[in-house]
């Protein structure tokens, strides 16, 4: 079937029947008895089981399965896939990461009559990386793909501040990797994350909205909107943190929102910061972690007359920086050793490493937040690496016909 295939037999199907037309080709290609499609859900805790190969329907009761201590759990962890022979003794299952660019999207698990040889493993991990493009390209023509995610139904706050965060929570380039996670409180408190990559830079943004619930989305969509678009118009960190602020001025009704913003160079390495009114960074940096007491500006909105100073943060390749909201520090986490639990992770992946930390903090708090809990968290390799093998088909074919852990 190939990559090729995937792509273009997808293409050609409806977008809600996209999962269902690969399902069948790899039916017929590998004599699969099942194929399924399992996403992760938003708080990156569980996978929703979209279908297997003709019985995707859109209307039927999600099928939640928690990753705790599961095989999906160590395939999204470790990002290699697996085999695992079934009790009946006839079937095998295997378990493929559908993930682009360190974003994991889910899981494609098959049912197999035997155990694949290295020629069927390159089909299954080319089709997971069509897959995760398939995805991708279509969760902007159906809700499928959100309905699947959602293992609960999000109020209108969560709703709009969903819609506020990057549509993949993580990315891997050359010189950094991202990821960020957010867990909203049970009223919902107007947390947001943003990064972008252009070609010179990687920018990043963590705000802090005023209030609850909708009003609080509300001002938030105000300033990440502000942000953005300056940001994409070109505007430098001032001018970017002083629209911010205008925008709360001019329509954030005596409300505030506090934020940092980050810009680095990809060239050389260099950074600027932006601080209004947040808690200070960490950096884990040679097993030691630090926090960067950078100079505090007023929250954006703030009706007072001052400027936002633009200031450097001391970033080396090998280090990682965590950039987070004053929910990580409410008064329920007072158990989290939040530096202690930032090196204790570092040598994972940032995807995990934020999920972990956010999971620690929603424990803490017996799973009701009385704020947002946010965390971005960035690793830099530095400026020397400009390039990365970016193609995850082609990593999970090498592993899987290498060496692919049987269960």
């Known amino acids: 079937m190939g990559l090729a295939g995937a792509l273009a037999a997808a293409e050609a199907a409806p977008p809600v029947e ?6 069948r080709m790899l039916r017929q290609s590998l004599d699969a008895t099942r194929v399924s499609f399992l996403i992760t859900d938003f708080t990156g805790t569980s996978v929703v089981r979209l279908g297997a190969a003709y019985d995707v329907e859109t209307d039927e009761p999600v099928r939640r399965v928690d990753l705790t201590g599961t095989l999906y759990d160590e395939v999204i962890r470790t990002q290699r896939p697996v085999t695992r022979p079934e009790a009946d003794g006839n079937t095998v299952r295997v ?32 089709t997971a990386h069509a897959l995760a493009y398939i995805v991708i390209a279509n969760r902007s023509y159906t809700d499928v793909y959100q309905w699947g995610r959602r ?3 999000l109020s209108l706050a969560a709703e709009i501040q969903h819609r506020l965060l990057p549509s993949s929570l993580a990315c891997e380039a050359a010189q950094f990797t991202v990821a960020g996670s957010l867990e909203p409180a049970d009223h919902v408190g107007g947390d947001t994350f943003d990064y972008v990559i252009d070609r010179d ?3 990043l943004s963590v705000t802090d909205a005023m209030g609850h619930d909708v009003d609080a989305s509300l001002l938030a969509s105000l300033a990440v909107g502000a942000l ?16 911010a602020h205008q925008a709360m001025l001019d329509h954030g009704r005596q409300a505030y929102v506090t934020g940092q913003l980050l810009r680095i160079s990809l060239r050389d390495g260099g950074s600027e910061f932006v601080n209004a009114g947040h808690p200070w960074p960490l950096r884990l940096r040679d097993g030691r972690v630090e926090q960067l007491g950078v100079e505090i500006d ?23 920086l965590v950039m987070f909201t004053d929910g990580m520090l409410e008064r329920g986490t007072g158990d989290v050793d939040l530096e202690d639990l930032i090196l204790r992770t570092g040598d994972l992946h940032p995807r995990e490493a934020a999920r972990a930390v956010i999971a620690k903090v929603i424990a803490a708090n017996d799973g009701h937040l009385p704020d947002d809990a946010t965390i971005m968290c960035l690793d830099w390799h530095g400026t020397r690496h400009s390039r990365r093998q970016a193609d995850t088909g082609a990593q999970l074919a090498d592993a899987s016909a290498s060496s692919v852990p049987t269960i």
């Open 298 to 320: 007023m929250p954006f909105g703030i009706p007072f007359p001052h400027h936002y100073r633009v200031q450097r943060l001391d970033l080396r390749p090998g280090d990682r």
């Open 95 to 126: 378990i493929a990461p559908v993930t682009n660019r360190g974003d994991a999207i889910g899981l494609l698990e098959l049912f197999l009559p035997s155990a694949p040889d290295g020629a069927a493993m390159r089909e299954i991990g080319e």
């Open 228 to 243: 953005r678009g300056a940001r994409r118009v070109g505007a430098d960190l001032a001018e970017q943190a002083r629209q």
């Open 201 to 203: 830079t990687v920018q």
């Open 151 to 153: 293992t609960k139904p």
């Open 18 to 23: 996209s999962l269902d037309v690969v399902a």
